[in-house]
């Protein structure tokens, strides 16, 4: 490695900046942690204790939607979540707000979600990840997204796709075969196309070589958006994803355990078709404010 600390792949898959104490392969690891789990996202101290005892792996802390801009978290809702549940414990930060960052950091968060749903601080410019201890969260919609955030520092991966609430999956479908269909065409590459691919996706060529190799993103990938059901859940899990996210309106219901436990089941038991069975009954009166309406498919269709 060079002495001024360029980020750099190795063959054992660990990318490490020399400046740090904590190099990449520990944030990878801590990311590992989470497959196979549902991370869900929660806005109060009631939804991160339902979402802890219904078996989520991780919470992640967001503001109340609401009109205008969206910044990240207050730090004493971050504190009083943290002391009050066992699981980790997320949060999110506008895109390229490196401060937000630091001050999560600083609060003790677990993962950082440099999250593109909120409002963007700086449009040109993603933060150095790898400037902190704390593993990063990225969203993507294709391949070359994916590993220029990997690049810049990212341990997950969150391939996203509706962000409006309104429980329609069709866009995170679309993102993740997208990932997944690119990610084929690259494996079935000789290495002098692998040359031209990595620059067709604009993405660093020894992180698309380590893609090729491995057959799959060199950090996990979870799916999120448009996930309110178990058969959503066992759906992204089955076409390759390491887990998923699900957004705060699952709690906006009679019975948010039930709907919650069931999508933990599925995400676990994604290929038991008795077990989904068992999870997707009796939600259909807990989904009724999830259903889209005409008004609101035409609504997501102008969009």
Same mark, same amino acid.
Do not use: W
């Given at each position: 490695?060079?002495?001024?600390?360029?980020?750099? $792949?190795?063959?054992?898959?660990?990318?490490?900046? *020399?400046?740090?104490?904590?190099?990449?392969?520990?944030?990878?690891?801590?990311?590992?942690?989470?497959?196979?789990?549902?991370?869900?996202?929660?806005?109060? +101290?009631?939804?991160?204790?339902?979402?802890?005892?219904?078996?989520?792996?991780?919470?992640?802390?967001?503001?109340?939607?609401?009109?205008?801009?969206?910044?990240?978290?207050?730090?004493?809702?971050?504190?009083?979540?943290?002391?009050?549940?066992?699981?980790?414990?997320?949060?999110?930060?506008? /895109?390229?707000?490196?401060?937000?960052?630091?001050?999560?950091?600083?609060?003790?968060?677990?993962?950082?979600?440099?999250?593109?749903?909120?409002?963007?601080?700086?449009?040109?410019?993603?933060?150095?990840?790898?400037?902190?201890?704390?593993?990063?969260?990225?969203?993507?919609?294709?391949? #070359?997204? *994916? +590993?220029?955030? $990997?690049?810049?520092?990212?341990? !997950?991966?969150?391939?996203?796709?509706?962000?409006? #609430?309104?429980?329609?999956?069709?866009?995170?479908?679309?993102?993740?075969?997208? /990932? !997944?269909?690119?990610?084929?065409? =690259?494996?079935?590459?000789?290495?002098? %196309?692998?040359?031209?691919?990595?620059?067709?996706? *604009?993405?660093?060529?020894?992180?698309?070589?380590?893609?090729?190799?491995?057959?799959? +993103?060199?950090?996990?990938?979870?799916?999120?958006?448009?996930?309110?059901?178990?058969?959503?859940?066992? +759906? !992204?899990?089955? =076409?390759?994803?390491?887990?998923?996210?699900?957004? &705060?309106?699952?709690?906006?219901?009679?019975?948010? &355990?039930?709907? /919650?436990?069931?999508?933990?089941?599925?995400?676990?038991?994604?290929?038991?078709?008795?077990?989904?069975?068992?999870?997707?009954?009796?939600? %259909?009166?807990? !989904?009724?404010?999830?259903? =889209?309406?005409?008004?609101?498919?035409?609504?997501?269709?102008?969009?």
């Amino acid at each position: 490695m060079d002495e001024d600390g360029a980020v750099t $792949v190795y063959n054992s898959n660990a990318i490490t900046d *020399a400046k740090k104490k904590n190099p990449f392969s520990i944030k990878i690891g801590l990311a590992q942690m989470l497959r196979g789990g549902a991370i869900l996202q929660v806005t109060n +101290l009631r939804a991160a204790k339902i979402a802890e005892e219904a078996g989520a792996c991780a919470v992640i802390v967001a503001e109340p939607t609401r009109q205008g801009i969206r910044r990240m978290p207050d730090p004493s809702l971050i504190k009083e979540i943290k002391r009050a549940v066992s699981i980790p414990v997320m949060a999110q930060s506008r /895109v390229g707000h490196f401060v937000e960052a630091q001050i999560l950091e600083t609060v003790g968060v677990d993962y950082i979600d440099e999250s593109e749903i909120l409002a963007t601080a700086d449009e040109d410019n993603f933060i150095n990840k790898h400037n902190f201890r704390c593993p990063f969260i990225c969203g993507c919609q294709n391949l #070359g997204e *994916a +590993l220029r955030r $990997v690049r810049e520092g990212a341990a !997950m991966i969150r391939i996203q796709g509706e962000i409006l #609430g309104h429980g329609n999956i069709a866009e995170t479908v679309k993102n993740v075969r997208n /990932v !997944m269909k690119e990610i084929r065409v =690259l494996n079935n590459m000789d290495e002098d %196309e692998v040359f031209a691919f990595a620059k067709k996706i *604009a993405a660093p060529y020894d992180l698309v070589a380590q893609t090729k190799q491995m057959g799959r +993103l060199p950090v996990v990938q979870f799916a999120a958006g448009g996930i309110v059901t178990p058969a959503d859940a066992a +759906l !992204m899990m089955q =076409l390759g994803c390491d887990g998923i996210f699900v957004g &705060h309106e699952v709690f906006d219901c009679a019975d948010p &355990h039930k709907r /919650v436990r069931a999508i933990v089941q599925a995400v676990r038991h994604y290929n038991d078709p008795h077990v989904l069975v068992e999870t997707s009954c009796g939600l %259909e009166d807990a !989904m009724r404010e999830l259903n =889209l309406s005409e008004d609101r498919i035409q609504q997501f269709g102008v969009d």
